[in-house]
């Protein structure tokens, strides 16, 4: 069943907001390259790895169901934030409109009775969760730390841990 106009429309236009999150954080990553905190920096860069993925199932998810494929421009992502809990802030705030996006196209693929679509997005309802769970879990660290160099630079440590794991979802057929 070929997809309906408005849904490769809407998954279009989120594989765009997938884009720009993996540009956001690589404009985060910068930054915090820029004050030395290499573990946030590493977070940061292998959230960019997560929301490449993201955009791609999405690209790969259009194609395979027929649709075109119609990339857009990116937005310019901020280059510098107030703070490491001023930058965790604007990515969990930035996680959330893409929850809310995610669940509008959740909606548009019952609406349409598309299945297949609504199949697909499942993982990233869930996903979302995840991502939201990720960012707040940081911000709450942040703001337990406050002033503390000593704590910061822990946290740092800790985040240096992360590794790139690829999304566990079935290759699409
Ligand atoms: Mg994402």
């Known amino acids: 069943m070929a997809m309906n106009q408005n849904i490769v429309k809407a998954f279009n236009e989120h594989l765009n907001r997938e884009l720009f999150s993996e540009y956001l954080y690589l404009s985060m990553a910068a930054w915090f390259e820029s004050l030395n905190l290499k573990g946030f ?18 690209y790969n998810f ?10 857009d421009k990116i937005d310019r992502p901020d280059q510098a934030w107030a703070s490491p809990l001023d ?42 969760v995840e991502e939201e769970k990720n960012a707040a879990e940081i911000v709450g660290r942040l703001k337990l730390i406050g002033d503390s160099a000593s704590g910061l630079f822990m946290l740092d440590n800790e985040l240096a841990q992360r590794v790139y794991t690829p999304p566990a979802v079935a290759p699409a057929p």
Do not use: P, Y
């Open 87 to 128: 930058a965790f802030t604007k990515a969990l705030a930035h996680e959330e409109f893409i929850s809310r996006n995610i669940n509008d196209l959740f909606d548009l693929s019952l609406a349409a009775k598309d299945h297949a679509a609504h199949s697909f997005l499942k993982f990233f309802i869930d996903e979302q």
């Open 41 to 58: 920096a590493n977070w940061m860069r292998v959230q960019t790895q997560e929301e490449h993925a993201h955009a791609m199932l999405f």
């Open 62 to 71: 259009i194609l395979d169901r027929g649709g075109t494929i119609a990339l």
